[in-house]
């Protein structure tokens, strides 16, 4: 198992096709998801992540978070993204 699915796994998501594919399901209709690519002539693999909401009876919505990332700025995203969401969950709960 490589250095990124580790992290990620850290970080709750689970790998589909190692260096490829990365899932994780934050709610009833939503998923985190990473997905890598590795261009002829490229020595890495480069990463988008974005969040989807589906709806039952409408287009999905799509967030982007990064597009074409290094692993290392992949990491920093995902990390970045989780500390804001778990915070704004947080607020959210004391609000309420």
């Excluded at 850290?10 to 990473?34: D, R, V």
């Excluded at 002829?40 to 480069?46: C, L, P, R, V």
């Excluded at 919505?61 to 947080?90: D, M």
Aim: hydrophobic residues 30%.
């Amino acid at each position: 198992m490589s250095l990124l699915t580790e992290e990620l796994k850290k970080f709750g998501f689970q790998c589909g096709i190692e260096f490829q594919a990365y899932i994780q399901n934050t709610g009833k209709y939503m998923s985190l998801i990473i997905e890598g690519k590795r261009q002829a002539g490229d020595t890495i693999h480069t990463y988008d992540f974005y969040k989807v909401k589906f709806y039952k009876n409408y287009s999905s919505r799509i967030t982007v978070y990064g597009e074409h990332l290094t692993p290392f700025q992949l990491l920093k995203r995902v990390k970045s993204y989780l500390y804001y969401r778990k915070k704004y969950l947080k607020e959210r709960r004391t609000t309420t």
